[in-house]
């Protein structure tokens, strides 16, 4: 949406069933609905909504999405609270911008209930297996997702691809310590094709590419 600006991703079972991941910001909705009717598909066909985190710009259009389609949302249990809420996570406040961040009272969006609290290690019936990796820090249940059979990752946002492969701002996210951590887990995993939600997807040696990055970032500090 808007140039890989923000991106959601449908995946399209054998039986047509489509299970969308993450659902952009409040106004987003239509433009998904435009989307999925360019593969073929119409609301009906969603079955399931993923959601890697809920910051605004993922789960702002999950509600309407949710009653426009009567798919079931997932997320993390770390984040599925906040969902319920509809209040993002504060940010880091060691650093005085995520103190700022914190004061502006941002981060809200129309509450989405969670009918299935994901964690680390489950595998989603999705195209024959979407493995669920918990990757915290730009959110406490910010979650990637692999795509096994395709060798397919989607990194969310524990992982930008914006003028090149970096973390995220330090500021949306609220353990910053910890999004540096984890960002080493796409070093140890075996894709072919890195996929972001902020930015283009990577489809040439999309591993080496992401490793290269990841070879330069300190785990902690």
Partial sequence: MG???????????????????????????????????????????????????VHPDHVGGAASLAGLTGAPVAAHADDAGYAEKGRAPESDSRPLAGRLMNRLAGGRFEPVPVGQRLADGDVLEVGGGLRVLHTPGHSPGHVSLLH??????????????????RLPPKLLCSDIRMTRQTAHVFGELDYDIAAFTHGPEIRDRAREKVRGFLRKLPRTG
């Avoid at 609301?43 to 985190?53: E, F, G, K, W, Y």
């Avoid at 059979?149 to 090149?164: Q, S």
């Fill in 148 to 165: 096994e059979p395709t060798k397919l990752l989607i990194t969310g946002d524990a992982l930008f691809n914006v003028l090149g492969v």
């Fill in 3 to 53: 140039r890989s600006a923000i991106n959601s991703f449908a995946f399209v079972d054998d039986d047509g069933s489509v299970t969308l991941v993450d659902c952009g910001i409040g106004k987003a909705p239509p433009r998904i609905v435009a989307g999925l009717a360019a593969i073929g598909k119409q609301p009906a066909d969603v079955t399931r909504i993923v959601l890697t985190h």
